[in-house]
């Protein structure tokens, strides 16, 4: 830890983590690259913790502007150019005509120097010199309202300011099995050909893989993230224990995939080691982050250069190329690889990730893989075009993940992708006109095919809309080519604009000036004086207007939460009745030999529950439990937090929450700078609402299943003690005895559970739109504070942006 860090984190006041961030080896630039998941692990505090994010996420915002070209205005030069301007308004209009000093005033009326640079630019790039100026008055500002007195109104200010940076990337999730064309979509779509290895190269089913834009410098870069040495120590433990115990080795999927990490990891040697010495630090001296708890990163001048590098940390093995030589696989040790792409604009507010077909036996694995998928906007199921329809394994997928997905996440599309969209056999047997009209056929006999599965879905359709699922048609490989395919013959181009289209819709720059517009509005507003009388109007307006909307508010959710109430009233009668009838599959599948079964069960009941094969349908005795809960709510959740549409949570009734203050602007004009900023407030926190219900909806949806899970937990451990000749029968009676003596009381506790999850979500949402707006209305229209310094100037400039952008 350098020196860097100390000094910033006893800045901000939190000297009491210096150890921790010590022990974690935290320097300067890792500070940069902490990402949530990091902040929770170091600091366990909420309060500690949500101080060092705000603070973070400033001086994050303070090295970005720092790092742009020099052909952009500096902080500096922005200075100088105030100085200049006041210097040049004080002497007068010039005289020479030579001299431009008179118009090195931002120039309101003209052409400003921003306009100036703006002149042959468009699009992002322009959108970006606006962020930059706008985001370099914003921090002048703050440091001079920071070194002015310390006042209420100060205090808020600065708080609006640290708060302007945001910046959500859009997740797209990429599904698919080994061989599908995953990684040579994924090349083709961002333009690089060498980036995934696809081919020869077995990916492994665990790593999840990251690509995403470099957003600081003009490398490839790929960050491995390693789960933990007392993660790796406990896999380890059952690694053994599935060696020791298996005899049916050859039939025996757990054993297979245990031999394939080990040998992966150690090489054969692994044999001779005895289990106790798997930990000796020698067998990872080449990866010493991993043992020190930190990620490795990798930086290459060339997206083939970075491939060939990080190939030993996500796939198993090779059967050509350099890759014979290498020795050990790092793989097992992996949660994740983020790859950054330099210059790289359909990734500028995109992440694609390339995920596993379901979780992972590692917690930490699976709990990041839940994450990633609940957090997809979309989601690409990739398989090859000749059996898109049939193939059993991208249909699982969809089934075993549609509930996180859906009604437990926030995807909005589904778009199914059929690849190898160009290959024909007997390709030399038909003319080049022939052969397009032979693609073209196939192609739409593949759309109509898979739609017609997919209406077949009835438990994944209930999560999503009737329009949610687009089929794409792609040939990877020869668009990568730059062969001379017909634009009909592949989707890969429209797969590109969808992206594009994500990162046109991101609204960052607006979002910022926007915000950055409304506070100097308020600051201004501030220190204009003689509206008493006007201002206690407005206040007066506004306070009786917030409590009509917060009452609409509060009957709609009392409505949506009477409709819940019944609907789990119903799932809980219907649970208690058809409980055993819903463990008789698992318990009793059919056609299956008993040997098979007991392997089966056995892995369920280790694993709390759920049994993850490396192919075929996921098993998850707690999710059956709780399928009668999560039917009876499924639609009424699904209207109630719509993924996709305008209309927003709770059927619409916050999108629709007004202050009309557009209205008040046309009759109180002396107070239009202060109603300008609390229109911008309530766009700024029903934004944040929507997402906080958004992200806190899936934790609601989950409590039934949670629920069942943590009730079944000592069944489970009790069924998992059993040895001998008679386990499979005294597992399954262990299960549906405990599944019968406390059927009266789990189910009523699932409700009870999800209705406490959703009444404090409704209470928070109304607490802090009420708190929010008050404050916001109260130190906007009952404080003067003449002390704040003039920021017309800036004012005036953020608002011309704000025009350019589009803003109203």
Same mark, same amino acid.
């Given at each position: 830890?350098?020196?860097?860090?100390?000094?910033?984190?006893?800045?901000?006041?939190?000297?009491?983590?210096?150890?921790?961030?010590?022990?974690?080896?935290?320097?300067?630039?890792?500070?940069?690259?902490?990402?949530?998941?990091?902040?929770?692990?170091?600091?366990?505090?909420?309060?500690?913790?949500?101080?060092?994010?705000?603070?973070?996420?400033?001086?994050?915002?303070?090295?970005?502007?720092?790092?742009?070209?020099?052909?952009?205005?500096?902080?500096?030069?922005?200075?100088?150019?105030?100085?200049?301007?006041?210097?040049?308004?004080?002497?007068?209009?010039?005289?020479?005509?030579?001299?431009?000093?008179?118009?090195?005033?931002?120039?309101?009326?003209?052409?400003?120097?921003?306009?100036?640079?703006?002149?042959?630019?468009?699009?992002? =790039?322009? !959108? +970006?010199?606006?962020?930059?100026?706008?985001?370099?008055? %914003?921090?002048?500002? @703050?440091? /001079?309202?920071?070194? #002015?007195?310390?006042?209420?109104?100060?205090?808020?200010?600065?708080?609006?300011?640290?708060?302007?940076?945001?910046?959500?990337?859009?997740?797209?999730?990429?599904?698919?099995?080994?061989?599908?064309?995953?990684?040579?979509?994924?090349?083709?779509?961002?333009?690089?050909?060498?980036?995934?290895?696809?081919?020869?190269?077995?990916?492994?089913?665990?790593?999840?893989?990251?690509?995403?834009?470099?957003?600081?410098?003009?490398?490839?870069?790929?960050?491995?993230?390693?789960?933990?040495?007392?993660?790796?120590?406990?896999?380890?433990?059952?690694?053994?224990?599935?060696?020791?115990?298996?005899?049916?080795?050859?039939?025996?999927?757990?054993?297979?995939?245990?031999?394939?990490?080990?040998?992966?990891? =150690?090489? !054969? +040697?692994?044999?001779?080691?005895?289990?106790?010495?798997? %930990?000796?630090?020698? @067998?990872? /001296?080449?990866?010493? #982050?991993?043992?020190?708890?930190?990620?490795?990163?990798?930086?290459?001048?060339?997206?083939?250069?970075?491939?060939?590098?990080?190939?030993?940390?996500?796939?198993?093995?090779?059967?050509?190329?350099?890759?014979?030589?290498?020795?050990?696989?790092?793989?097992?040790?992996?949660?994740?690889?983020?790859?950054?792409?330099?210059?790289?604009?359909?990734?500028?507010?995109?992440?694609?990730?390339?995920?596993?077909?379901?979780?992972?036996?590692?917690?930490?694995?699976?709990?990041?893989?839940?994450?990633?998928?609940?957090?997809?906007?979309?989601?690409?199921?990739?398989?090859?075009?000749?059996?898109?329809?049939?193939?059993?394994?991208?249909?699982?997928?969809?089934?075993?993940?549609?509930?996180?997905?859906?009604?437990?996440?926030?995807?909005?599309?589904?778009?199914?992708?059929?690849?190898?969209?160009?290959?024909?056999?007997?390709?030399?047997?038909?003319?080049?006109?022939?052969?397009?009209?032979?693609?073209?056929?196939?192609?739409?006999?593949?759309?109509?095919?898979?739609?017609?599965?997919?209406?077949?879905?009835?438990?994944?359709?209930?999560?999503?809309?009737?329009?949610?699922?687009?089929?794409?048609?792609?040939?990877?490989?020869?668009?990568?080519?730059?062969?001379?395919?017909?634009?009909?013959?592949?989707?890969?181009?429209?797969?590109?604009?969808?992206?594009?289209?994500?990162?046109?819709?991101?609204?960052?720059?607006?979002?910022?000036?926007?915000?950055?517009?409304?506070?100097?509005?308020?600051?201004?507003?501030?220190?204009?004086?003689?509206?008493?009388?006007?201002?206690?109007?407005?206040?007066?307006?506004?306070?009786?207007?917030?409590?009509?909307?917060?009452?609409?508010?509060?009957?709609?959710?009392?409505?949506?939460?009477?409709?819940?109430?019944?609907?789990?009233?119903?799932?809980?009668?219907?649970?208690?009745?058809?409980?055993?009838?819903?463990?008789?599959?698992?318990?009793?599948?059919?056609?299956?030999?008993?040997?098979?079964?007991?392997?089966?069960?056995?892995?369920?009941?280790?694993?709390?529950?759920?049994?993850?094969?490396?192919?075929?349908?996921?098993?998850?005795?707690?999710?059956?439990?709780?399928?009668?809960?999560?039917?009876?709510?499924?639609?009424?959740?699904?209207?109630?937090?719509?993924?996709?549409?305008?209309?927003?949570?709770?059927?619409?009734?916050?999108?629709?929450?007004?202050?009309?203050?557009?209205?008040?602007?046309?009759?109180?004009?002396?107070?239009?700078?202060?109603?300008?900023?609390?229109?911008?407030?309530?766009?700024?926190?029903?934004?944040?609402?929507?997402?906080?219900?958004?992200?806190?909806?899936?934790?609601?949806?989950?409590?039934?299943?949670?629920?069942?899970?943590?009730?079944?937990?000592?069944?489970?451990?009790?069924?998992?003690?059993?040895?001998?000749?008679?386990?499979?029968?005294?597992?399954?009676?262990?299960?549906?005895?405990?599944?019968?003596?406390?059927?009266?009381?789990?189910?009523?506790?699932?409700?009870?559970?999800?209705?406490?999850?959703?009444?404090?979500?409704?209470?928070?949402?109304?607490?802090?739109?009420?708190?929010?707006?008050?404050?916001?209305?109260?130190?906007?229209?009952?404080?003067?504070?003449?002390?704040?310094?003039?920021?017309?100037?800036?004012?005036?400039?953020?608002?011309?942006?704000?025009?350019?952008?589009?803003?109203?």
């Amino acid at each position: 830890m350098d020196d860097f860090v100390c000094n910033k984190l006893t800045e901000w006041g939190l000297s009491d983590w210096i150890e921790k961030f010590k022990g974690e080896g935290i320097d300067k630039e890792s500070l940069e690259c902490l990402e949530d998941q990091d902040i929770d692990n170091l600091i366990q505090k909420v309060g500690p913790r949500s101080k060092f994010k705000k603070k973070l996420k400033l001086f994050k915002g303070e090295q970005s502007t720092a790092h742009q070209e020099a052909e952009i205005v500096s902080p500096t030069h922005f200075q100088q150019e105030q100085e200049e301007a006041a210097e040049s308004e004080q002497a007068g209009p010039s005289t020479n005509d030579t001299s431009d000093k008179g118009k090195r005033k931002l120039d309101i009326q003209g052409e400003t120097p921003a306009k100036r640079r703006l002149r042959d630019t468009i699009g992002s =790039y322009a !959108e +970006e010199i606006i962020l930059f100026d706008t985001k370099t008055i %914003m921090r002048c500002v @703050y440091e /001079r309202l920071h070194s #002015e007195e310390k006042t209420k109104i100060n205090a808020f200010l600065k708080t609006k300011i640290s708060d302007l940076d945001t910046d959500k990337r859009e997740l797209v999730g990429v599904f698919g099995k080994t061989g599908a064309g995953k990684s040579s979509l994924i090349n083709a779509i961002i333009g690089e050909s060498n980036l995934l290895p696809s081919g020869s190269i077995n990916a492994c089913t665990s790593v999840m893989i990251k690509v995403e834009a470099n957003m600081h410098n003009t490398k490839y870069e790929a960050e491995i993230e390693f789960i933990t040495k007392e993660e790796w120590k406990d896999e380890l433990w059952c690694v053994c224990n599935i060696l020791e115990n298996n005899q049916e080795k050859d039939d025996n999927e757990d054993y297979r995939d245990t031999v394939e990490k080990l040998s992966a990891l =150690y090489g !054969e +040697e692994w044999r001779n080691i005895p289990p106790e010495n798997l %930990m000796d630090n020698k @067998y990872f /001296r080449e990866i010493p #982050e991993f043992l020190c708890n930190k990620r490795k990163i990798l930086t290459c001048e060339s997206a083939k250069e970075l491939s060939a590098k990080f190939v030993i940390y996500t796939s198993s093995d090779s059967s050509d190329g350099q890759e014979k030589e290498v020795k050990r696989w790092y793989w097992p040790l992996v949660k994740c690889v983020t790859i950054r792409v330099p210059n790289n604009h359909l990734l500028q507010h995109v992440t694609l990730v390339d995920l596993p077909g379901c979780g992972d036996r590692n917690k930490s694995r699976d709990r990041m893989w839940k994450g990633f998928v609940g957090n997809c906007s979309t989601v690409w199921i990739v398989t090859e075009i000749n059996r898109a329809a049939a193939e059993k394994e991208p249909w699982e997928i969809l089934e075993n993940a549609c509930s996180l997905m859906g009604n437990g996440g926030q995807c909005q599309q589904i778009h199914f992708i059929c690849t190898k969209s160009d290959h024909l056999e007997n390709w030399d047997d038909h003319s080049k006109d022939a052969i397009h009209t032979l693609i073209l056929k196939r192609n739409m006999e593949a759309k109509e095919e898979v739609q017609k599965e997919f209406n077949k879905l009835k438990n994944v359709k209930k999560h999503f809309s009737d329009d949610c699922l687009k089929v794409f048609t792609v040939s990877s490989k020869e668009f990568l080519k730059e062969e001379n395919l017909q634009q009909d013959e592949t989707e890969i181009t429209k797969l590109q604009e969808f992206l594009q289209n994500l990162n046109d819709c991101h609204t960052e720059t607006l979002n910022y000036v926007s915000g950055a517009f409304a506070i100097l509005s308020l600051i201004q507003g501030s220190s204009c004086r003689d509206m008493a009388g006007c201002k206690a109007d407005v206040c007066s307006i506004l306070g009786e207007k917030l409590r009509n909307e917060l009452d609409n508010i509060k009957k709609s959710m009392d409505e949506t939460y009477e409709a819940f109430e019944k609907c789990l009233n119903e799932g809980v009668k219907k649970s208690k009745s058809s409980c055993e009838v819903t463990l008789r599959p698992i318990l009793h599948p059919k056609e299956t030999a008993n040997h098979h079964i007991h392997r089966i069960l056995k892995c369920i009941v280790e694993n709390s529950g759920i049994h993850k094969p490396k192919k075929g349908k996921q098993i998850n005795l707690n999710l059956t439990l709780s399928s009668w809960l999560t039917d009876s709510i499924d639609e009424e959740f699904k209207n109630t937090f719509l993924n996709e549409g305008k209309c927003g949570p709770f059927h619409g009734v916050i999108s629709s929450f007004s202050l009309n203050t557009e209205k008040l602007i046309e009759k109180y004009k002396d107070v239009e700078l202060q109603l300008i900023f609390l229109k911008t407030e309530e766009e700024k926190i029903k934004k944040k609402l929507n997402k906080i219900i958004r992200d806190h909806k899936k934790l609601v949806y989950c409590s039934l299943t949670e629920t069942i899970e943590e009730n079944m937990q000592k069944c489970y451990k009790k069924a998992a003690e059993f040895r001998g000749r008679d386990t499979l029968n005294n597992m399954r009676e262990t299960i549906k005895k405990h599944v019968q003596h406390s059927k009266n009381i789990m189910f009523n506790m699932a409700k009870n559970k999800m209705l406490h999850c959703l009444k404090t979500l409704m209470e928070e949402t109304m607490e802090m739109l009420e708190k929010t707006l008050n404050e916001a209305i109260k130190l906007s229209l009952q404080t003067d504070d003449h002390s704040i310094p003039d920021f017309s100037t800036e004012l005036e400039l953020v608002k011309q942006y704000y025009e350019e952008l589009g803003g109203s």
